[in-house]
């Protein structure tokens, strides 16, 4: 006890207070304008860290962390541009809030439940993490590729209402996560001698196009309601109905966070789709969902900032980075003699982790507060005139799609998916469905064709193996649950 009081001692002191503001207040900054990303941040100051005391360091560039991914779902509820591609799922319920006036509910709730989805994996990585790192080191091929095929059936769940034109949606993702170089045997694959494919489309200009260039195409002609100033002032937090509706929203999206952000090579845009999807099954109003409610912007702001703690589990006990992120975080360790490991939690290393726990921890209140406080000025973005606001989402979505590789094709490729995004809203073809594709397209491919080379091309083997069994079952019953429903109602229609 008397340690743990000296690590929060530490990690209270001006310096790391001061870093750990900047850095969350940077990293809000990072994620809210598109194209910038939590990955651009840390590697930017890692080499700063050199001169830092190593827990004030690792302070900063968590602060970073943390702030970004919560920042991505400012630019996705105001302007319909996730920010990073964790933010994704929250255009679907943010967005249309902030049309219906709701913007500083949605930013509030999504600040809110970003603090409660990074506080719960900062308390499970300081308490679980040596045993989580085990347990994620029995996710073979067969169990990725399970994992990949119960996201993929969120495309059935986000297609309800058109069956049909989301599966279209979903198989056109698929398609274009085939391009680039082959994940087994590295062949080039539709990539017609172009250089620049060859690590396949890049995500972020992708999701610039569908999301972001579409909607400035879309508010040069159609009007779009920002609701009255009495509205945008309205309340901040969700009442107390709210809150005690989601109270088990919290709780499987926190969760679902931890897990997928401690498998290496998942993500927070993974976990966020399937937290959005499983409070959307288990929803009694699963209907309203897309339509702007707070329960979507709770599972998808709460996974996504669960993922933070997370990743971090197998970077620090075992060394294997859960991301692109964690991974920046070993050079930040590597630069003072920290190597990760079990020895990390262990003699004089102990302290240092201690206080860089508790300094997350820090880091996620700050970013409440920020969050809150600057609620009713990120609103205000709402009330531009339609061509300066259009203008201002074109330039941020040039320069964050040029700013990932420094290189004007992402920009081409931006403004190509903008016109395909367009193209979708005006045939009514969900976009989400796509997305979803285009991110767990590779996951899957690579999974299953890694566990055929295992077994000699048997498929049984995604079935003998309890993980990968249990996911396949999950995600055969989230698929039929919403035929099943479609089924009955359009047996009372016709009755």
């Known amino acids: 006890m008397e340690s743990i009081l000296q690590a929060l001692l530490a990690a209270l002191s001006p310096s790391n207070l001061l870093m750990a503001l900047l850095g969350t207040a940077g990293g809000i900054i990072i994620g809210a304008i598109p194209g910038l990303s939590a990955n651009m941040g840390v590697a930017l100051l890692v080499p700063f860290t050199f001169v830092m005391e190593p827990e004030t360091g690792l302070i900063m560039l968590g ?13 996705a509820i105001l302007i319909n541009a996730p920010g990073t591609p964790s933010a994704a799922a929250t255009t679907f ?35 679980f993490a040596p045993f989580l790192a085990k347990q994620a080191l029995r996710f073979g091929p067969p169990e990725y590729f399970a994992l990949a095929f119960f996201g993929l059936t969120i495309i059935v769940s986000l297609s309800e209402n058109n069956m049909i034109k989301g599966l279209i949606s979903g198989v ?9 170089m082959d994940p087994v045997e590295g062949a080039m694959r539709f990539t017609y ?44 937090l969700p009442n107390r109905e709210e809150i005690k509706r989601n109270m088990g929203n919290f709780t499987v999206s926190s969760i679902i ?68 992120v964690s991974a920046l975080f ?61 203008t201002y989402i074109l330039v941020l979505c040039v320069s964050g799609s040029f700013a ?38 590779p996951m899957a491919e690579t999974g299953l064709r890694q566990s055929l080379l295992m077994s000699n091309g048997n498929p049984l083997i995604l079935f003998t193996r309890p993980i990968s069994f249990f996911f396949i079952a999950v995600g055969v019953a989230s698929m039929a649950a919403p035929l099943l429903r ?7 229609a016709n009755a």
């Open 486 to 492: 479609n089924y009955k109602n359009n047996k009372k």
């Open 257 to 324: 966070g931890t897990i997928v952000g401690i498998l290496p090579g998942a993500g927070a845009s993974v976990a966020s789709f399937v937290a959005y999807n499983e409070a959307k099954r288990m929803s009694k109003r699963s209907h309203e969902f897309g339509t702007g409610i707070v329960d979507g912007i709770v599972a998808s702001e709460t996974s996504n900032n669960a993922c933070v703690g997370g990743s971090l589990v197998p970077l620090l006990t075992l060394g294997i980075p859960g991301n692109a």
């Open 63 to 75: 602060g970073i962390y943390v702030g970004a991914i919560y920042g991505g779902s400012i630019a």
């Open 404 to 441: 990932i590789n420094n290189n004007m094709f992402d920009v081409g490729v931006m403004f190509l998916f903008g016109l395909a995004g367009l193209l979708f809203k005006l045939l009514k073809i969900p976009a989400s469905p796509a997305v979803l594709g285009i991110i767990l397209g």
């Open 330 to 390: 070993i050079g930040a360790l590597l630069i003072h003699g920290l190597k990760p490991g079990p020895d990390l939690f262990s003699g004089a290393n102990e302290k240092i982790m201690t206080v860089f726990f508790f300094g997350l921890f820090i880091a996620n209140v700050l970013m409440l507060i920020l969050g809150l406080a600057g609620a009713g000025l990120f609103a205000k973005v709402l009330f531009l005139p339609q061509p300066i606001l259009a």
């Open 193 to 236: 001698g172009n250089i620049n494919l060859i690590s396949g489309i890049a995500l972020v200009p992708l999701l610039i196009g569908l999301f972001s260039i579409c909607e400035a195409f879309m508010l040069g002609t159609t009007k779009v309601s920002k609701g009255s100033l009495a509205e945008i002032k309205g309340r901040l």
């Open 172 to 180: 056109f993702g698929l398609l274009l996560a085939t391009i680039g």
């Open 93 to 127: 319920d943010g967005y249309p809030m902030a049309q219906k006036g709701e913007a500083r509910l949605a930013l509030g709730t999504a600040t809110l439940s970003s603090a409660i989805g990074g506080i719960f994996s900062v308390i499970v990585l300081a308490l």
